[in-house]
């Protein structure tokens, strides 16, 4: 029986879940190790939320973490940073147009590294 490799597969998201864990046990941030778990999870596990959602739930100038994508049903009227994966274009644009701002992930993680002000949504 050949033992396969566990975790995935893209190498883009194999070192994201690398920096985050160095990230995490360096700057004693809880929050980057809870992330690197999300990640770890299979692609079709991975949540991907709408603008609509980002609207709803995300106040003026929160700092978002989506460890997966994010979708462009719905619209935003208020600035926000979101960081996650990936982007669909249409949630780019109104993401940008609320002037917000979209990051990735490690992006976020240098800019904040001790994670501070951040909320996991997904």
Known sequence: MVK???GPTNPQVSSLIHQLRIAGST??????KAISVKLTKPRRRRPEVNIS???????EGDVICV????????EIDHPITVAA?????????KIEAAKGRTLSISQLVEENPKGTGIRIFG
């Open 85 to 93: 994966i990936g982007f669909s274009e249409t949630a780019k644009t």
């Open 4 to 6: 396969r490799d566990r």
């Open 53 to 59: 959602k980002l609207r709803r739930y995300a106040k």
């Open 67 to 74: 460890a997966g994508k994010i979708l462009g049903s719905g």
């Open 27 to 32: 700057n004693d941030a809880k929050i980057w």
